[in-house]
């Protein structure tokens, strides 16, 4: 498939009512995953003054919590119709708050040099293939301040062996959705050993319509990024624990890691 395809195809996943209701976590109050709440620290004191670009922001999970904290607030995302729910979801909330339509890997309407934190959170970055990935991670960089920081998230390479394993459910609605996506994980996958054979792979976890998931080593996608001239300052579990060493990072109960990085 080619970029486009994908963009299209992933498009009209997330332009979906289903994925709207999913992502819009209206029934619950604002919140942060575990492995996002060290960036409440990154700047203490300074949130005020913090200038914030949150891509990905879908239905306005993480606006909820981050256009309080800062008033030079912008979250963007590629799907229209997140950005239209976030618009009338907060419309009136936050005035200096801007929610806007952008493509992460060509961010040419902010500077160089702009933000203070620079978030892609809940994996969204997995959406896209190697090449746009890339781009993006770039793109992150170039629009973060010296001295900024540049946080994310990307599925662990080392999980995917628990992916195509059967969960059973008593629940026969939830049964039926789990028997349909672990017939799609073994019908669009290759084997495990093949899919963990490299530093990452797309792989098809069953839950983002028809579309693959970028998946990676923590240690390649740490080399990735100092070759980028980001320094990994620390990185976090999905369940909140710091991966200290290579082996934590191998463990497969991660399912995805969050980066925090340092623009020099």
């Given at each position: 498939?080619?970029?486009?395809?994908?963009?299209?195809?992933?498009?009209?996943?997330?332009?979906?009512?289903?994925?709207?209701?999913?992502?819009?976590?209206?029934?619950?109050?604002?919140?942060?995953?575990?492995?996002?709440?060290?960036?409440?620290?990154?700047?203490?004191?300074?949130?005020?003054?913090?200038?914030?670009?949150?891509?990905?922001?879908?239905?306005?999970?993480?606006?909820?919590?981050?256009?309080?904290?800062?008033?030079?607030?912008?979250?963007?995302?590629?799907?229209?119709?997140?950005?239209?729910?976030?618009?009338?979801?907060?419309?009136?909330?936050?005035?200096?708050?801007?929610?806007q339509e952008g493509d992460a890997s060509d961010l040419k309407e902010h500077a160089d040099n702009t933000y203070d934190l620079v978030l892609f959170s809940f994996n969204g970055i997995d959406?896209?293939?190697?090449?746009?990935?890339?781009?993006?991670?770039?793109?992150?960089?170039?629009?973060?301040?010296?001295?900024?920081?540049?946080?994310?998230?990307?599925?662990?390479?080392?999980?995917?062996?628990?992916?195509?394993?059967?969960?059973?459910?008593?629940?026969?609605?939830?049964?039926?959705?789990?028997?349909?996506?672990?017939?799609?994980?073994?019908?669009?996958?290759?084997?495990?050993?093949?899919?963990?054979?490299?530093?990452?792979?797309?792989?098809?976890?069953?839950?983002?319509g028809a579309n693959r998931l970028f998946f990676i080593r923590p240690e390649a996608q740490a080399a990735d990024l100092r070759a980028m001239g980001l320094e990994v300052t620390a990185m976090?579990?999905?369940?909140?624990?710091?991966?200290?060493?290579?082996?934590?990072?191998?463990?497969?109960?991660?399912?995805?890691?969050?980066?925090?990085?340092?623009?020099?």
């Amino acid at each position: 498939m080619t970029v486009e395809s994908i963009k299209q195809s992933q498009l009209q996943f997330w332009n979906s009512p289903d994925a709207l209701d999913q992502y819009a976590y209206s029934s619950k109050p604002a919140f942060l995953y575990p492995g996002e709440l060290p960036i409440l620290g990154l700047f203490r004191d300074r949130w005020p003054s913090v200038r914030m670009l949150d891509i990905g922001v879908g239905a306005g999970r993480t606006a909820q919590y981050f256009a309080e904290l800062t008033p030079h607030y912008v979250g963007i995302d590629f799907a229209p119709k997140m950005i239209e729910a976030c618009q009338r979801r907060f419309a009136g909330r936050w005035p200096r708050a801007v929610f806007q339509e952008g493509d992460a890997s060509d961010l040419k309407e902010h500077a160089d040099n702009t933000y203070d934190l620079v978030l892609f959170s809940f994996n969204g970055i997995d959406c896209m293939p190697y090449e746009q990935r890339q781009r993006t991670l770039a793109e992150m960089q170039r629009v973060c301040k010296p001295g900024g920081r540049v946080v994310f998230s990307s599925h662990n390479l080392f999980c995917i062996p628990l992916i195509p394993k059967f969960q059973f459910t008593a629940h026969p609605m939830r049964l039926k959705e789990e028997l349909t996506r672990w017939l799609q994980v073994q019908r669009r996958n290759p084997p495990v050993e093949q899919a963990m054979a490299g530093p990452h792979v797309e792989y098809d976890d069953g839950n983002i319509g028809a579309n693959r998931l970028f998946f990676i080593r923590p240690e390649a996608q740490a080399a990735d990024l100092r070759a980028m001239g980001l320094e990994v300052t620390a990185m976090y579990a999905n369940h909140g624990h710091e991966l200290r060493t290579e082996g934590d990072g191998h463990d497969p109960r991660v399912s995805w890691v969050y980066y925090y990085c340092l623009k020099g």
